[in-house]
T-cell receptor, first 115, second 113 residues
Framework: DADVTQTPRNRITKTGKRIMLECSQT?????MYWYRQDPGLGLQLIYY???????NKGEISDGYSVSRQAQAKFSLSLESAIPNQTALYFC??????????????FGPGTRLTVL | QQQVKQSPQSLIVQKGGIPIINCAYE??????FPWYQQFPGKGPALLIA???DVSEKKEGRFTISFNKSAKQFSLHIMDSQPGDSATYFC????????????WGLGTSLAVNP
């Protein structure tokens, strides 16, 4: 969805480097999410934010940190990258005003390789 | 602990066939069950969703069947086409967990011409 953008789209880095993945959205949504996708493991939630002042850990937050700089921006950092963080990373947004039908809209993904 | 179990992990059908993907859940608090479709190189996108007050929902060639007593729901794709080749994820949510989606592990579907 072009309304949710992620940069960079691809990144190759070395073990121990600090990496930041950025997500921006123009949908005006209050909720934002970071997921990691590995083959056969589905979508694992790393962190989520329900508004600028509300940030929560997901199921696999160890080794990651996030920053919600504005309602439209949510960045994911790997403080010291390790090879098992090689994966496809997705940002998603949703609108809490939808009630139970809280549809998540995904960005195009960032493919990260840690050597 | 996997709260939403999805099967099969992969599926190959011929064009025109009816692939069926199944999901099962344990938490009876779940009250919203979406299916997302992901094409290679893209993020997942909502395909169709159902609430437990109905047993079936149809949108075009895609149908969700819901069995509340068995705590199972499934996606059927009628007259499947090669363009339906994608990964399909089922998910579930409820108000008690702030509507966070609990995801199945995904099914990779290939529809051969």
């Amino acid at each position: 969805d072009a309304d949710v953008t992620q940069t960079p789209r691809n990144r190759i880095t070395k073990t121990g480097k600090r990496i930041m993945l950025e997500c921006s959205q123009t949908k005006g949504h209050d909720r934002m999410y970071w997921y990691r996708q590995d083959p056969g493991l589905g979508l694992q939630l790393i962190y989520y934010s329900f508004d600028v002042k509300d940030i929560n850990k997901g199921e696999i937050s160890d080794g990651y940190s996030v920053s919600r700089q504005a309602q439209a921006k949510f960045s994911l950092s790997l403080e010291s990258a390790i090879p098992n963080q090689t994966a496809l990373y997705f940002c998603a947004t949703s609108d809490s005003g939808q009630g139970y039908a809280d549809t998540q809209y995904f960005g195009p993904g960032t493919r990260l390789t840690v050597l | 602990q996997q709260q939403v179990k999805q099967s099969p992990q992969s599926l190959i059908v011929q064009k025109g066939g009816i692939p069926i993907i199944n999901c099962a859940y344990e938490n009876t608090a779940f009250d919203y069950f979406p299916w997302y479709q992901q094409f290679p190189g893209k993020g997942p996108a909502l395909l169709i969703a159902i609430r437990p007050d109905v047993s079936e929902k149809k949108e075009g060639r895609f149908t969700i069947s819901f069995n509340k007593s068995a705590k199972q729901f499934s996606l059927h794709i009628m007259d499947s086409q090669p363009g339906d080749s994608a990964t399909y994820f089922c998910a579930a949510s409820h108000a008690g967990n702030n509507r966070k989606l609990i995801w199945g592990l995904g099914t990779s579907l290939a529809v051969n011409p």
